[in-house]
């Protein structure tokens, strides 16, 4: 048994799938018959091709003619005789080995694209290095797995998964997810729990015991897994899966319920989604809103910018389908975790302190901004749409998201394009500066939504990734917690509506604390929903406050934790 840090509830048994996208590592070795070293190379040269066009037909199928004319261009790469002549002489001249014969060739081609600067050579730098590494791969027998196409009941394990790899995954087929890195709130666990995919993370050397094929069973609600089980362990945890689907049957109980406490408060259950499909979700657990829209999932996974048209089409149809609730759409939020390629980001020495964000998107206000906020002025005719703005750490930075949004109105005013004229504008109190200054921005702000991932990691100084410091990553650390209640109770005190869209919104033993804080509104996975409205339903918030007050005079993380944990299973 291997124990993890669980990422998604519920239990995963299925058969291993290793997918690996390990860096590959070319050394330069000296090869005493360049023939054959050449003859090497040709093998590998064909199957590449071989490999390259089977994967432009299924595509071409699968999704479409324009999609698969890239690939059908590295087919056309692949055979341009003046690459290939030039790995083969230096096979020949320099007695090398042809994977270092590639990484040097390919490579200078691919610089001498990416220096031309403009678009289209940028990709053919990008189709050069992707050409490099088929190749190699082929030669050193590293197969890759196509993410999408895996056969019903595969487990997924992998050194860590990226956002776009994840997004890839059909729940259909994946009943499972096991990652070396990573933590609860690290982008792919986010979306393992919205995919409802039973996940285990941050199981530092796992790879190196499991093999494809071997038996597995996941359990993401505690965060264990087992390979290879005997019988009567499969059997229990075949049990275990059958009573979590049950469990996960009654709470359908609470739909269409009000979520209101024993003594009559009001709030407010929402979703965290990523992409306008997952809107099915948020209805089918009966989300009272949505409040947070992740956009930048809608710039991943692509290779260029989804344009304004494309942007508002998204936006317009969360805003329908949601009917006239609350739709809080964050502006793009990337960098950090979440790269985007195509962007031509550079790569930061701290990512997480780095350009990113509203940083980023007040410094490429024409090309990335305006078009996305235009986008959501539009579609804010067609709904209750709200714009949130992620990682501010200084009113400045609010005031001039927000005079770009009046130098668009104006300008849809003019041109007599329909928008929602009281539109309102919030921000993510994310960062200890935002904290810190709760007071000022609730003067000036339209609402709050707390992003406890990022609150924990920045006040903690802690990597929310990192798992080999995750101990010190926990939202009930007393630093954090004393940074929540005061972002509460700044906002009540100004009169403006407060939520949290940080993952700690679900979390069983905070959400008596947030009761007690006065915290208007509860955004998460939608799978979570029903099961924070029956916790809501069961608490008076009066008799709360004793709780909270003991749970705020503690010294440490573990008390906090400790007290919780009792006072929730009492
Ligand atoms: C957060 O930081 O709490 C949050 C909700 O945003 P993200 O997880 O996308 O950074
Ligand atoms: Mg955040």
Known sequence: MYKGTNASAGIGIGKVVVVEEQELVIKREMVTDPQAEIQRFKGALETSMKQTQDLAADLATRVGEKEAEILNGHVMLLSDPMLTGEIETMIMNDQVNAEFAIETTCTKFADMFASMGDELMQQRATDMRDIKTRMQKVLLGVESVDIAALPEGSVILAKDLTPSMTAGIDPENVTGIVTELGGRTSHSAILARALEIPAVVALAGVLEHVKNGDTIIVDGSIGDVIVNPEADVLAEYQ????????????????????????????????????KPEDVDKVLQYDGEGVGLFRTEFLFMDRTAMPTEEEQFEAYRKVAVAMDGKPVIIRTLDIGGDKEIPYMGLEKDENP???????????DRKDDVYRPQLRALLRASAFGNIKIMVPLVTCIEEYRQVKALVEEIKNELDSKRIAYNKDIQLGIMVETAAASLIADIFAKEVDFFSIGTNDLTQYTMSVDRGNDKIAYLYSTFNPAVLRSIKRIITCAREAGIMVGMCGEAASDPMMIPLLLAFGLNEFSMSPSAILRARKMITEYSTEELQAVADKAMSFATTKEVEDYMKEFVNQ
């Open 352 to 362: 997480f302190l780095g350009y990113r964000a509203v940083r980023f998107c007040l």
């Open 239 to 274: 049990g275990k899966r059958e009573v979590f689907l049950r469990e996960k049957q009654e709470l359908e109980q609470y739909i269409g319920k009000p979520s209101i406490t024993k003594d009559g408060v009001h709030v407010e259950i929402v979703a965290n989604i990523g």
